[in-house]
């Protein structure tokens, strides 16, 4: 079975609205990363967070870690058009090689 | 711009035929990896490599095989295609501490 699983598996927002996807995992884990991928386009990296770390910002992006709950948030503000895609996370497990990915959060943006 | 590349981008073959998908990465990146992926599905590891001459086989059961004889390079070989291995293929590459960066894919339609 897969590291990660995202919740929700599907959200449609407004344009402008916020949108928050979650992330839980089963293992100890090196770090944990975010991907966008368009539709039939291969993966694009876009945030990646240390076990040791908390909360990263980049851009309109917000990554939290809780690694007493195996857990991680995205969240995506001011949302746009061009930000609907499906958002997967990632974990790299302690001890392994593995980058191994969640099921992921289909987002669709209404203009 | 990540320099990956993937070879064919689509490939129709037919049942029993051998086929060989070609992923190369620039960056010098000593971990490599292959993802299978069903259009709007999540992705499943199949194999990856942690530098030359070692590869390890991912979660998800395959019958192909790779090969890591450079560091740029990670090709994937299905000795028998059938039609249960119609799918994308997505090659993967990462180094250092960051994040992966992900190839165009390989869409395989096997009749």
């Known amino acids: 079975s897969q590291q990660g699983e995202e919740d929700p598996q599907a959200l449609s927002i407004q344009e402008g609205e916020n949108a928050t996807m979650n992330c839980s995992y089963k293992t100890s884990i090196n770090n944990l990363q975010w991907y966008r991928q368009n539709s039939g386009r291969g993966l694009v990296h876009l945030i990646l967070i240390r076990s040791n770390e908390r909360e990263k910002h980049s851009g309109r992006l917000r990554v939290t870690l809780d690694t007493s709950k195996k857990s991680s948030s995205l969240l995506i503000t001011a949302s746009r058009a061009a930000d609907t895609a499906s958002y997967f996370c990632?974990?790299?497990?302690?001890?392994?090689?593995?980058?191994?990915f969640g099921a992921g959060t289909t987002v669709t943006v209404r203009a | 711009e990540a320099d990956i590349y993937q070879t064919p981008r689509y490939l129709v073959i037919g049942t029993g035929k051998k086929i060989t998908l070609e992923c190369s990465q620039t960056m010098g990146h000593d971990k490599m990896y292959w993802y299978q992926q069903d259009p709007g599905m999540e992705l499943h590891l199949i194999h990856y490599?942690?530098?030359?001459?070692?590869?390890e086989k991912g979660d998800l059961s395959s019958e192909s095989t790779v090969s890591r004889i450079r560091t740029e390079h990670f090709p994937l070989t299905l000795e028998s295609a059938r039609p249960s291995h119609t799918s994308q293929y997505l090659c993967?590459?990462?180094?250092?501490?960051?994040?992966?960066?992900f190839g165009p894919g390989t869409r395989l339609t096997v009749l």
């Open positions: 990632a974990t790299d497990a302690i001890g392994d090689y593995k980058l191994s």
């Open positions: 993967a590459s990462s180094g250092g501490r960051g994040g992966a960066y």
């Open positions: 490599s942690y530098g030359v001459n070692s590869t």
